[in-house]
């Protein structure tokens, strides 16, 4: 008869044995970290914020949860990092750039407002025309001759890199529309786009949304032509030495990384940067910046400056202002500022002490293409409705 042998299970060991526990523990270390900084992030909300929270109207009617979720949003000590680990996930994965940022090809970023159709667009612009007109109008009486440049969209210049975004096609007249109703009003208007469109390269920057220098410079040679064709400024005795522009390779990210919530990620999760050319101009033509502490006695002793630059970014962008002062000759005065819109470098300059005290003969207005078709802000209304007052 056979004899049956009882299984024997192996006893588990006891250095082992704690693994079982791992997930229940990780759980409660979870719950307790995100109970932690909870409370540290709900210290940081302001005692007021919390006044009548407690109210039974309030808490019956779902106002107390709704106010307490806003609070804890807003006042979250983490929300950077889970930010930025939310847009790692959505660039990696889906190549997402949020709203305000359109990818096109081989990391080619432009803006959305560039390609969006804004309401009453045609009815904007002609309002901004009027404002440019009205003011020319205004510099004239004073013996000042305002020059406008238009800046073509990034969009346009650069279409080969859209590849599957979208640019309406009653776009491409609006840039010569502009430009051709300012000239029916007796404005000194140059549009840009020929220029960059017979330079051969990229003019514009891939993940920037402006001009790159070889864009840039392009643009500076076409403005400084005018003015010397149109006697508003004399032509340098001697022409421009190319052994002064010194220039070298750098790598590059643009500042539509910045728009997109790019620019927190690692190198490696970014789009790469790109080689950029960085020129340093050796002639002592270099342009004056009223930010400059240096450039306090900003004309010198030299009398009148010739030629006062309002605009963009695109003015402080890409070397625009030494490159202008190289092929025109001479320093411009450069007035220009960062975001401000279609109205505000010249707003600000126009009603400055400068202004007033040393007016120049020329003023070089730069306007993007993009800004054109905008709702009007409300400094801009408040222009057109002084140019209507003074007309009465």
């Known amino acids: ?11 588990t060991s006891k250095s082992s044995a704690w693994i079982t526990y791992v997930p229940a523990l990780a759980f409660v270390l979870v719950m307790l970290t995100g109970f932690c900084v909870t409370v540290i992030s709900l210290s940081k909300v302001p005692v ?54 359109r990818t096109g090809c081989q ?22 025309a009027g404002i440019v007109s009205n003011l020319a109008k ?67 920057y891939r993940t920037d949304s402006h001009w790159n220098e070889i864009g840039s410079n392009a643009a500076a040679a076409a403005i400084a032509a005018h003015l010397h064709a149109e006697r508003l400024h004399a032509a340098p005795a ?9 220039s070298k390779v ?23 940067a790109e080689a950029a050319q960085l020129t340093t101009i050796v002639a002592s033509t270099s342009a004056t910046d009223p930010a400059d502490p240096a450039g306090d006695d900003l004309f010198g002793d ?17 070397n625009f202002v030494p490159f202008l002062s190289y092929h025109l000759g001479a320093p411009v005065a450069n007035f220009a500022k960062d975001g401000g819109n ?23 207005w730069e306007v993007p293409e993009r800004m054109l078709p905008k709702p009007l802000t409300p400094s801009e209304q408040k222009w057109i409705a002084y140019f209507s007052a003074k007309k009465k």
């Open 238 to 246: 001697v022409a421009p030495d190319p052994a002064a522009l010194k």
């Open 302 to 318: 030299s009398g009148l400056p010739t030629v006062a630059l309002v605009g963009t970014s695109f003015s402080r962008a890409s």
């Open 48 to 101: 007021e914020s919390w006044k009548g929270i407690g109210e039974p109207k309030q808490l019956f009617g779902g106002e107390s949860t709704r106010r307490f979720s806003a609070q804890l949003n807003a006042h979250f000590i983490w929300s950077k990092v889970f930010s930025q680990i939310e847009r790692a996930v959505t660039w990696t994965v889906a190549g997402d750039t949020g709203t305000a940022v």
């Open 1 to 11: 008869m056979t004899e049956l042998k009882t299984a024997t299970i192996p006893a």
């Open 138 to 204: 205004d510099l004239k009486a004073r013996g000042i001759q305002l020059v406008v440049a238009v800046v073509p969209d990034k969009s346009r210049i650069e279409q080969a890199h859209l590849c599957g975004l979208h640019r309406p096609a009653s776009f491409a007249p609006r840039l010569d529309s502009w430009v051709d109703q300012l000239k029916k009003t007796g404005v000194d208007t140059i549009s840009l786009a020929p220029a960059l469109l017979a330079t051969t390269g990229e003019r514009y």
């Open 107 to 128: 990391d080619w970023f432009f803006l959305s407002d560039e390609l969006e159709v804004f309401p009453d667009a045609e009815k904007s612009a002609l309002a901004r």
């Open 342 to 364: 279609f109205e505000g470098a010249a707003m600000a300059y126009l009603s400055g002490k400068t202004f007033q005290q040393s007016p120049p003969k020329v003023v070089l």
């Open 250 to 272: 750098i790598d590059r990210s643009g500042d539509l990384l910045r728009v997109a919530n790019l620019d927190g990620l690692p190198a490696v999760l970014r789009p790469k």
